[in-house]
T-cell receptor
Framework: GAVVSQHPSWVICKSGTSVKIECRSLDFQATTMFWYRQFPKQSLMLMATSNEGSKATYEQGVEKDKFLINHASLTLSTLTVTSAHPEDSSFYIC?????????????FGPGTRLTVL | EDQVTQSPEALRLQEGESSSLNCSYTVSGLRGLFWYRQDPGKGPEFLFTLYSAGEEKEKERLKATLTKKESFLHITAPKPEDSATYLCAVRFQGGKLIFGQGTELSVKP
């Protein structure tokens, strides 16, 4: 299957700082990528849909000024958590849609564990 | 309201004890049902995509089936390495995936 990578795999930062997370599709071009967050023992919650070359679409309740998304190329999307606070600590997972072959399957990255002190 | 419900929340099996996981949905305009496996601290790993009622897919000890209202993930003679959380997700006309809460499977030797 298609491979999606994320970097970093984990990050610890101080409250008030910004953190950037990268999501890359390694062997396919993804016009659409998605960002999720997952709290312990809970399922994935979609934060935003990232489209290459255009503005991201945020889900209701997600602050677009706090979670900045950039999808500058067909293989890279970034999520920047600005002025992070302890409540932003979570597991952030990206996914990319591979439309080849008509299956239109979403493949997920390994996730980034963010801890804000 | 579009909704995806998985049951049971947790399932404990002995090695070799076959069982099924359920995913029921109320979604208008289904555009695909997806099964993923997620290990602790990792991203979901794609297993299957089902598009229409009656469709079945198999991979090793796993078999996924789909009806108009639900999907089953059958696990035949499971092994300890099958222990994981299994997630069901549905794509509807808006294009987004709606995830169920997952079933945490534990297989004891």
């Amino acid at each position: 299957g298609a491979v999606v990578s994320q970097h970093p795999s984990w990050v610890i930062c101080k409250s008030g700082t910004s953190v950037k997370i990268e999501c890359r599709s390694l062997d396919f071009q993804a016009t659409t990528m998605f960002w999720y967050r997952q709290f312990p023992k809970q399922s994935l919650m979609l934060m935003a849909t990232s489209n290459e070359g255009s503005k991201a679409t945020y889900e209701q309740g997600v602050e677009k000024d706090k979670f900045l998304i950039n999808h500058a190329s067909l293989t890279l999307s970034t999520l920047t958590v600005t002025s992070a606070h302890p409540e932003d600590s979570s597991f952030y997972i990206c996914s990319a849609r591979d439309p080849v072959g008509g299956a239109d399957t979403q493949y997920f990255g390994p996730g980034t564990r963010l801890t804000v002190l | 309201e579009d909704q995806v419900t998985q049951s049971p929340e947790a399932l404990r099996l002995q090695e070799g004890e076959s069982s099924s996981l359920n995913c029921s949905y109320t979604v208008s305009g289904l555009r695909g049902l997806f099964w993923y496996r997620q290990d602790p601290g990792k991203g979901p790993e794609f297993l299957f995509t089902l598009y229409s009622a009656g469709e079945e897919k198999e991979k090793e000890r796993l078999k996924a089936t789909l009806t108009k209202k639900e999907s089953f993930l059958h696990i035949t003679a499971p092994k300890p390495e099958d222990s994981a959380t299994y997630l069901c997700a549905v794509r509807f006309q808006g294009g987004k995936l709606i995830f169920g809460q997952g079933t945490e499977l534990s297989v004891k030797p």
